[in-house]
């Protein structure tokens, strides 16, 4: 059995979640779920970032204290994680007790390596962003500067230590060019390459000038900069310090997927930070797009924040589920309109999907007693070709999903239902009922393993959907995985009652 670690970014707990936390999240359970499928041991890990100056800030402003601000953050956090059906195995707080012991183990063991020492800083930093910036990435906006995010930079004066970022130059991009999976998309791998050419500075990673942080040890007038606490979360999960523990050997390194805004956080700075206490970079790191509303930039100043609460009891959480990662390519950004949700689940789920269930199960129920037998007729060509192509796309879902290409894998599921609704439209299996009820058996079991093998490929991405498909055609779930996808069943189908599972989302224009 192999190992599978995933992760999310652990979310800033400033403010509630909203709709760009919730993509991110499911897209993990997806990948969860498929690894699960194909019988991979998955361990999944999402949470939320307490620390630093921008959660310092809110709850300031909230006029809470902190820690009773952080809890109550951190809650709609944890709670969003079932609501979205999303099944993790550890969520983690950088309050945890057990995370700032690890953090702080991490900085003995950089210091214990000679990778940090104590100077001073001078420079740029937003605190919305959490980052330091150089002159040159900024630019001057009415007297103000501007990082490349938009959020405005402060000038920073005080003592810091520093990690010695410049001496992984090289380590870096050979680890790289020996592992180029281990950042994607290809664009981004680019990217990261030529921010790495570019040259890199050594890292401040202390602050001293406000105390809502893990203290640095022997030295309690500075407290860690957040992303050092933060990134260490991956490994607190999996019980670092102790890293001869069983979990810890079988699971590190992971699988991080994140937004393209915190690429360079897990690609140059974590990689570094791992090397230099002799652990492996990670697996991968896979940098997602970004959402907008209806054409504009999600923020909280424009008041278009989508409550992932909100748009789930509107839709459903399949619905949602499925418009996030069936209309974007995973990895390019994408525009989140409500008229584009309505398009997408009424033609691919209900008039294809739906169809397709509703017309062979129902007609099934009505005219067969419930029952199909098995009778797969291996000599005609129309049949095969259903069978057929439903093992092609098959095998090019699991390239895909492999390669967390998830709009490429569904889109294989959609092009073998198409096509088998096609092949029901020819066959008219109604048609046959009273001069060839063979035959006519024959065919509804071919729709019959299509539908199986098509809610099965779904599962990760819908799974509450699914699991009623599965209903309907008396799968139990506890007994799916993919590695029988192939072989046809032998004995009768028998179909539940059956009933529409997706109903069509009526638009007003
Ligand atoms: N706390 C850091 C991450 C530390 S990881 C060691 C952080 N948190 S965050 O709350 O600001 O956002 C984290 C992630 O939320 C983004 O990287 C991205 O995955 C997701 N998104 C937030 N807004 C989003 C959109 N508008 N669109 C898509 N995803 C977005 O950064």
């Not at 953050?73 to 969003?80: R, T, V």
Request: glycine share 4%; hydrophobic share 35%; proline share 4%.
């Amino acid at each position: 059995m192999n190992s599978f670690y995933i992760t999310t970014p652990i979310y800033y707990v400033n403010d509630k979640p909203h709709i760009g936390h919730a993509y991110t999240t499911i897209a993990c359970d997806i990948i969860s779920r498929y690894n699960k499928l194909i019988g991979n041991d998955v361990f999944f890990l999402t949470g939320t970032d307490e620390h630093g100056q921008k959660v310092e800030k809110a709850a300031a402003k909230s006029s809470m204290n902190t820690k009773i601000f952080v809890d109550k953050m951190a809650q709609s956090f944890k709670d969003l994680v079932p609501y979205l059906k999303c099944n993790i195995d550890y969520f983690i707080r950088t309050t945890d007790e057990n995370h700032i012991k690890a953090s702080q183990s991490l900085w003995s063991e950089l210091i214990k390596n000679d990778e940090i020492y104590l100077s001073n800083y001078e420079g740029w930093y937003s605190i919305r962003d959490e980052a330091f910036y150089s002159d040159s990435e900024l630019t001057k906006i009415n007297n103000k500067f501007i990082a490349p995010s938009g959020s405005e930079v402060e000038w920073v004066k005080e003592e810091s230590y520093f990690f010695r970022l410049s001496k992984w130059e090289k380590p870096l991009l050979d680890f790289y060019k020996n592992n180029p999976e281990a950042i994607s998309p290809k664009s981004r791998y680019n990217e990261v390459i030529s921010f790495i050419k570019s040259g890199l500075k050594d890292l401040s990673i202390s602050r001293t000038t406000f105390k809502w942080g893990v203290p640095v040890p022997n030295n309690t007038n500075h407290v860690m900069y957040v992303w050092i606490d933060a990134l260490c979360n991956y490994l607190t999960a999996i019980g670092y310090p102790d890293k001869e523990n069983l979990k810890f050997k079988k699971l590190w390194p992971a699988t991080h997927v994140v937004g393209k805004d915190i690429l360079r956080f897990h690609s140059v700075y974590w990689p570094a930070f791992l090397m230099a206490v002799n652990l492996k970079p990670p697996k991968k790191v896979f940098a997602h797009g970004w959402w907008t509303n209806e054409g504009q930039k999600i923020s909280k100043s424009l008041g278009n924040i989508i409550d992932p609460y909100d748009i789930v009891s509107q839709y459903g959480i399949d619905q949602i589920r499925f418009f996030l990662f069936r209309e974007v390519p995973f990895g390019n950004d994408g525009d989140f309109s409500k008229n584009a949700i309505s398009n997408r689940v009424n033609s691919d789920l209900s008039n294809n999907l739906g169809n397709l269930i509703q017309r062979v199960c129902s007609f099934i129920n009505k005219n067969c007693n419930s029952k199909v037998l098995n009778t797969f007729d291996k000599s005609n060509s129309n049949d095969n070709f259903i069978l057929n192509l439903s093992i092609e796309k098959f095998d090019n879902y699991n390239k895909f999903m492999k390669n967390l290409e998830i709009d490429k894998a569904i889109k294989e599921i959609f092009e073998l239902l198409s096509e088998t609704n096609s092949y029901i439209d020819k066959e008219s299996p109604w048609k046959l009922k009273n001069n060839d009820e063979k035959r006519m058996n024959t065919i509804l079991s071919v729709a019959v393993e299509i539908i199986r093998r098509a809610s099965l490929l779904l599962y990760p991405i819908i799974p509450t959907s699914c699991e009623k498909i599965f209903s309907i055609i008396d799968l139990n779930k506890n007994s799916i995985n993919l590695n029988n996808y192939k072989s046809l069943p032998d004995n009768s189908f028998f179909i539940n009652e059956s009933f529409p599972v997706f109903p069509r989302i009526e638009v007003n224009d």
